[in-house]
């Protein structure tokens, strides 16, 4: 059996508040939270078996560089959904941006930013 991707860890400015955003959208629940490394806070959020690990430092530091061009930084997540429009209703209404929409073989999808700035693609295949 091939690896599966169990969970990505990132840090984001309130873990809560990213969390409340995905549970809205995505349909994901809650899955733990609590204390993390350095005075920091995590929630786990996602289904069952995946899931994100959203983690606040205790004292963030507020300088932001480019992802794309950070060695180590995070250029995206994606996510794969049953109803591509549903979903980008959604995210308008939650007050996201959404763009870079393509169709490509074998599906559709377009991005958006949160309020960190971190960028998400959203999937919708077949």
Same mark, same amino acid.
């Given at each position: 059996? #091939?690896?599966?991707?169990?969970?990505? *860890?990132?840090?984001? $400015?309130? #873990?809560?508040? %990213?969390?409340?955003?995905?549970?809205?959208?995505?349909?994901?629940?809650?899955?733990?939270?609590?204390?993390?490394?350095?005075?920091?806070? %995590?929630?786990?959020?996602? %289904? @069952?078996?995946? /899931?994100?690990?959203?983690?606040? #430092?205790? &004292?963030?530091? @507020?300088?932001?560089? $480019? *992802?794309? %061009?950070?060695? &180590?930084?995070? *250029?995206?997540?994606?996510?794969?959904?049953?109803?591509?429009?549903?979903?980008?209703?959604?995210?308008?209404?939650?007050? +996201?941006?959404?763009? $870079?929409?393509?169709?490509?073989?074998?599906?559709?999808? +377009?991005? +958006?930013?949160?309020?960190?700035?971190?960028?998400?693609?959203?999937?919708? /295949?077949?």
């Amino acid at each position: 059996m #091939p690896a599966l991707l169990e969970h990505a *860890n990132y840090t984001v $400015s309130d #873990p809560a508040a %990213t969390a409340a955003w995905m549970e809205t959208l995505f349909g994901w629940h809650i899955r733990w939270q609590g204390d993390a490394i350095a005075g920091g806070h %995590t929630v786990h959020v996602g %289904t @069952k078996d995946r /899931y994100l690990a959203l983690y606040t #430092p205790g &004292a963030p530091d @507020k300088a932001k560089q $480019s *992802n794309y %061009t950070t060695i &180590a930084g995070l *250029n995206h997540i994606a996510v794969v959904v049953d109803d591509l429009d549903e979903t980008e209703r959604a995210i308008k209404e939650h007050g +996201f941006v959404t763009g $870079s929409h393509a169709d490509y073989e074998p599906g559709r999808r +377009f991005y +958006f930013h949160d309020h960190d700035g971190i960028e998400y693609e959203v999937v919708q /295949y077949g």
